[in-house]
């Protein structure tokens, strides 16, 4: 079927990028190497939603992958309003930026770029972290920053020497870069390890002061276990914009009725309540906000705790609970039994 098409209709391509974000799919699905190169689409297309870039915006990512983010940003862009020619000028030539270390990472990338209608992507095959953050300048910097960086990496000595904050976990040292690539009134959606909101090392609350004082980290959404297949990690995604220090942070908490994975992936509807409440920041069973004045400045500790959710304690009868260690015991007896029958 794919030998028989020529690609050079928009119907055609529009077929070949489906077929082709599909074996992204799968490859993510499959675990192992495949997982870093595949967001869930419905997690970006949500993140695009929040972060809402308009025609005009320089948007980037410095762990591009297979360059999803960018491409549901392009999807987003174009649906958004007419486009005149002067707009479609725009979205090819100066919209869209990336960097990806690895070569196949950075091939996958650069073809599904192509494939969705961005004939000349601005991706760079280089280190994103081999860049001292210092010598990044305002020509340098972007409107808006989508991304999932690969975390769970080291980084070697030499790397860290390029960031103020030095600590050899890779997804730290991307925000680092992110914060600093930057415009002010930039605004930024990034996927990073929940842990990232509770470690003690001097790094994590370093970072945390940094993001803290130098953006306003607005939403924080708490994703459930299985949202990435085979990554087995727990995520958040922060949404900040840059330019002014926090003062509240709104959570959502993602609750669902089932248990994500290959036969039960995330969907949009999963996350059309938070689109919804992010829009006012409003409180529910799922969402609250957090006063910056009432976190603790030496730790910084944004840990994610609904205070909304109710534990459910089973109340229980005392004559229950005796008849209940009766049986138990009874049992034990037995067991004990047996086993001085067989000595």
């Not at 605004?187 to 990073?192: E, P, Y």
Request: with cysteine.
């Amino acid at each position: 079927m794919i030998d028989e098409l020529r690609f050079r209709s928009h119907a055609e391509k529009h077929e070949m990028s489906h077929l082709y974000e599909d074996k992204i799919k799968n490859m993510g699905n499959a675990g192992r190497n495949g997982g870093e190169y595949y967001t869930p689409r419905a997690l970006i297309k949500t993140i695009v939603k929040v972060v809402a870039p308009t025609i005009g915006d320089r948007i980037y990512d410095g762990a591009v992958g297979s360059a999803g983010f960018l491409v549901e940003a392009f999807e987003y862009l174009k649906a958004s309003k007419e486009l005149t020619t002067k707009d479609m000028e725009i979205l090819q030539k100066v919209s869209f930026y990336g960097k990806e270390k690895k070569g196949l990472a950075y091939i996958i990338g650069t073809m599904n770029m192509i494939l969705h209608g961005i004939e000349a992507p601005n991706i760079l095959h280089t280190n994103t972290l081999a860049e001292n953050i210092t010598d990044i300048q305002e020509k340098d910097r972007y409107d808006i920053v989508l991304a999932n960086p690969p975390f769970g990496g080291k980084e070697r000595a030499e790397v860290q020497q390029n960031f103020s904050i030095k600590t050899g976990e890779t997804a730290f040292l991307f925000l680092q870069h992110f914060i600093k690539s930057m415009k002010a009134g930039g605004r930024a959606g990034i996927v990073i390890k929940n842990t990232f909101l509770s470690n003690t090392d001097n790094a994590s609350v370093s970072l945390r002061k940094l993001l803290l004082e130098n953006c306003n980290l607005h939403t924080v959404l708490d994703m459930p276990g299985g949202t990435f297949i085979g990554a087995g990690v727990k995520t958040v995604v922060l949404f900040f914009e840059k330019g002014a220090p926090t003062r509240k942070v709104w959570y959502y908490q993602l609750n669902l009725d089932r248990n994500l994975g290959k036969t039960n992936p995330l969907n949009e509807n999963d996350l059309a309540e938070f689109v919804e409440l992010q829009k006012l920041k409003s409180d529910s069973e799922n969402s609250w906000v957090v006063d910056l004045a009432d976190v603790d400045t030496t730790t910084f500790d944004l840990s994610v705790k609904n205070p909304n959710k109710k534990e459910e304690v089973e109340l229980r009868e005392p004559q229950e609970i005796l008849d209940e260690i009766a049986v138990l015991d009874a049992e034990s007896a037995e067991i004990l039994s047996v086993i001085r029958g067989m000595l």
